[in-house]
């Protein structure tokens, strides 16, 4: 009917398909699989579900993706927490952010995750982590519960034996009780690769897994709508919107990984990005990779804290045995 309708209208069908018809990615055209993300999602009805707090059990990793602006056709603010398990050594997306705003919105949102969450290692992306993590520090709720973010010192580009002496100095240095547990990501063409080579494996081999719907799992949801959460932090009107909101965001997490697409340049370095007619539009309601640098973030922090977590600090061996004389 609408096709007619503009043929009517004298339109060409040329101008009829720039105008109105949608553009699709060619599966094939993704470097990562909707298929293999789907066959990593909890099935409806079991756990982990999505959360908005933590489980005291379990540990959480948390990614960070800031941005400042709050224009409507800007980047989102973008926020990744994975429950990890150390004994499998797999972790699961739990719960999401992505906001506009201005500052203090995401600084509000941050308290809110170190209250329910209280997680075990944060990565935030370099550009932006220090004026965020400083604005944090200094905000009034941070400074009326005597919280003070502390950023180590950690620089897990290297390889090799390079990066074994980091891992060290980041177990050295790690202190979760005195809230040093932040690390800053720079986000060179080097590491970007090796992050999604890794996030691809891992879906590939089932290492992180997506969280199932908790309004789908009429138990669990009954459980969290007991939880006493300020709904002012987390800008929601009240706890059965924000679970509907978490459950929405994990799937448009996959979403947006769906949509990437790696393409190599003529110097030989690879770009991971959305496809270009999706980039074309910078409109409020665009197409947005926000969660999925989030969750490359957060997923790259679960190694650094497994590969922290294995290695054995060397205590010293005694070199000298006392003698009676």
Known sequence: TVIEAAQDGGTSNASFQREYCAMFTDGSDSYFSAVK??????????????????????????GIDPNMSDSPSADYFGIAIMEVDEKKEIATLVHNYAGLGNLNKHVQYLYYILENFDPSLICIDNAGADMFVEAANNSKLFLDDKINLKTINFDS??????YTKQVRDLKRAYNKENRQIVFNQVFSSDWIRKANELLQANIDYKKIWFASRTSANGSEFDKQTTYKINLKQVNEENLGDFIETQDNLVYQTKKQCALVEVKTTARGTQTFDLPQHLKRNTSANRARKDNYTALLLANWATKCYFDMKNYKLDEGSATFIPRMV
Not at 51 to 57: A, C, E, H, S
Not at 157 to 162: F, L, P, Q, R, Y
């Open 157 to 162: 580009n290297k390889e090799g034996v390079e």
């Open 37 to 62: 993300m789907h066959s990593c999602t909890i099935p409806d009805g079991e756990e982990p579900t999505t959360l908005i707090k933590g489980r005291t059990d379990k540990k959480y990793v948390v």
